[in-house]
């Protein structure tokens, strides 16, 4: 059980935070969710509702309120829209805190988080014997996307379809990098991810390729941690400290001038959720949390706005069609999505379309999916519906959880869209060295 003076200090805090809700309802109108259940218990002036009554509530009723706390994908729509400036990610993780600290979390996360996740040498070894295994227990589902499916029809895992583990993950392939780098060269840190790393290791193929086209140096420490978002999200406060720490140990000392992701919520995590969670850290490393924080930048925006592109043109004759769906965590929590739409017009081969609701949520919110599989495949199918529509035959985006809902609707649908990382666009056309 936590700390009550902790629970209680936690709670003055967010009391502090919800007086600025004006109960306008703005939030219900851009909510992923509510256009799906109507329920006012899944937009956040509902919860707010609930937060105002939290020390009541968890007395009462704990697990009815942590509930209805995970139900939401945290993509931070609500927040983008609100006009009163209502910080509600940072309420709703922090509410997360303080009931998994009255409960506890259950046994089967808390060895996720603090017997594997925060053992990142113990981690990718697990998950590489995994790929070397899961055939015996997957089967392929789609041979133009590359998907799988569960052999089974039980678990977590039964009626998605999704992208195996790669059979090389980027750490095998490229261990670390530390070039040197002149008094007038660039010099990046690269943090892939952990779904990048382990998932789409080609993504972070075209992110070193990109920097090296323009001279830029690269730093990637060996055995990176995660940034600690899905430990946070289920409410273990305890884990991702020791996460944030893990990469302070790597990030903190070394000399670069930017650190750049391809991963749209690792982007945002260490841009904006770990400032916002260094009270939990001591004076000294909140400094490193907030100097890192300060030069971060996902890969699309770095590059975008740090060297030269081609011109943006369309393909004469046509070229193939695509078309761009915006990250929750780029444009809603770092208005970044001009970047990206920039990198995949400077490839000529490609003539870029827009689709409707391009900014909508696709339904993925991380563990969300797995534990409302149900509710983010209806939001999911509007995503899916909106870029059939388009008519695009790629459809790109900047985060590689949505690239793997994307790919488990399109899949499913047997439709013969590709689905790419907006940086794999670029490098595609960059001369090869």
Known sequence: ?????????????????????????????VCPLYAETGKETDVARGKIVLLERLSQNLLKDPKGVKQRLENCLLCGSCAAACPSGVKVLDLFLKARAIINGYLGLPPAKKAMFRLLLTRPALFNQLLFAASKLQGIFTRQASDFLGSSCARIESGPLKDRHFMPLARTPWHKQVP?????AGSDEVKVAFFPGCLVDKVFPDVAGSVCKSLRHHQIKIYMPATQSCCGIPALSAGDTGSFVQLVRQNLALFSGAEYQFLVTPCA?????IKKIWPMMAEYFPPQEQEKIHRIAARTMDITQFLAENVPLPPQTQSVGGGTVITYHDPCHLKKSLN??????????????????????????????????????????????????????????????ACPACMLQIIDMLSKSNSQIQVMHAVQIYAQNLPSK
Do not use: W
């Open 1 to 29: 059980m936590a700390d009550l003076r902790e629970l209680s200090r936690l709670l003055q805090e967010l009391d502090e935070q919800m007086i600025t809700c004006m109960r306008c309802g703005m939030c219900q109108a």
């Open 176 to 180: 670390e990098i530390n070039e040197p």
């Open 265 to 269: 919520t690792c982007t945002a995590t």
């Open 336 to 397: 970044v999505h001009t970047q990206p739409r920039a990198l995949i017009r400077s490839n000529p081969d490609y003539a870029f379309v827009e689709m409707d609701e391009a900014d909508r949520c696709c339904g993925m919110g991380g563990s969300f999916g797995l534990q409302h599989y149900d509710l983010s495949k209806k939001v999911g199918d509007r995503k899916l519906h909106n870029i059939i529509q388009s008519k695009a035959v790629v459809v790109s985006t």
